[in-house]
């Protein structure tokens, strides 16, 4: 048997339960069109040309990458 949250009817926890889950669903729906579309809902992407030009380029060491072997070193 599970115990009553203190302060909280029925009819409250009945509304916190289906806030969450409109809430859960929201979520899971966009997370789905964003997986579906490849692309974020927000719209911000790269413009293809850089794209392109980030696969010719290949692997890059950058500063940030230098600082994470860095610190990984033994």
């Known amino acids: ?28 729906s966009g997370v789905a069109l964003t997986a579906a579309t490849g692309k974020s809902i927000a719209g911000v992407s790269q413009p293809a040309a850089e794209m392109e030009a980030d696969k010719k380029e290949g692997y890059r060491l950058t500063e940030h990458i230098a600082d ?7």
């Open 68 to 74: 994470y072997y860095k610190s990984a070193a033994i």
């Open 1 to 28: 048997m599970r115990k009553k949250q203190q302060g909280l009817n029925s009819a409250e926890l009945d509304s916190q339960r289906r806030d969450f889950l409109r809430g859960s669903i929201v979520t899971a």
